[in-house]
T-cell receptor
């Protein structure tokens, strides 16, 4: 049963500490998304990748957040330094996007279980 | 830029009532449309999707949605809700020539037993 795997599931950290969240997309998927969910802002798109290349990270505070895909099986979202306002659930999702080449192969985004981050 | 608007923030219904949740999108091209459900404490799961073809899409658990291109809408419907449908529902849009998937603000559905 293919699924997106996120670690850790829960993270409590002190303000100022570095936080790294990891995501293993479904094998064969070529797009990876990072979303942040809070009560106030709902589900915000932070960054996304296609074929490991970052396409848009305009939703991310650049001074403290960074997103990378070191290889096709790992995506990371890093916050340094973390702040209490970063407390949220962070979801990773992956999908297959072949664009207009073979649109019938395109899929929806499959979500991981999320990382619940609490910064105190 | 693409965007999604969900009109209802919180809907409260009794069991067996009919459901319709509104979703309007903004995008100047061909779109793919999605409805996801998030049960309390869980991740988002796909209910249904529209890529092309028949604008009336049937999904899991008795849900369906209709894509009306002229109205830029993709409303979610269910003829008779159950208590287990209590959850948050998200509409999402993706331009067919782009990879980005944007979500609406969500509609919380509460079902009275």
């Amino acid at each position: 049963d293919a699924r997106v795997t996120q670690t850790p599931r829960d993270k409590v950290t002190e303000m100022g500490q570095e936080v790294t969240m990891r995501c293993q997309p479904i094998l064969g998927h070529n797009t990876v998304f990072w979303y942040r969910q809070t009560m106030m802002q709902g589900l915000e798109l932070l960054a996304y990748f296609r074929n490991r290349a970052p396409l848009d990270d305009s939703g991310m505070p650049k001074d403290r957040f960074s997103a990378e895909m070191p290889d096709a099986t790992l995506a990371t979202l890093k916050i340094q330094p973390s702040e209490p306002r970063d407390s949220a659930v962070y979801f990773c999702a992956s999908g297959l996007d072949m664009g207009a080449i073979t649109p019938l192969m395109n899929t929806e985004a499959f979500f991981g279980q999320g990382t619940r981050l609490t910064v105190v | 830029a693409q965007s999604v608007s969900q009109h209802n923030h919180h809907v409260i219904l009794s069991e067996a009532a009919s459901l319709e949740l509104g979703c309007n999108y903004s995008y100047g091209g061909t779109v793919n449309l999605f409805w996801y459900v998030q049960y309390p404490g869980q991740h988002l799961q796909l209910l249904l999707k529209y890529f092309s073809g028949d604008p009336l899409v049937k999904g899991i658990k008795g849900f369906e949605a209709e894509f009306i291109k002229s109205k830029f809408s993709f409303n979610l419907r269910k003829p008779s809700v159950q208590w287990s449908d209590t959850a948050e529902y998200f509409c999402a849009v993706k331009g067919s020539s782009a990879s980005k998937i944007i979500f609406g603000s969500g509609t919380r559905l509460s079902i009275r037993p």
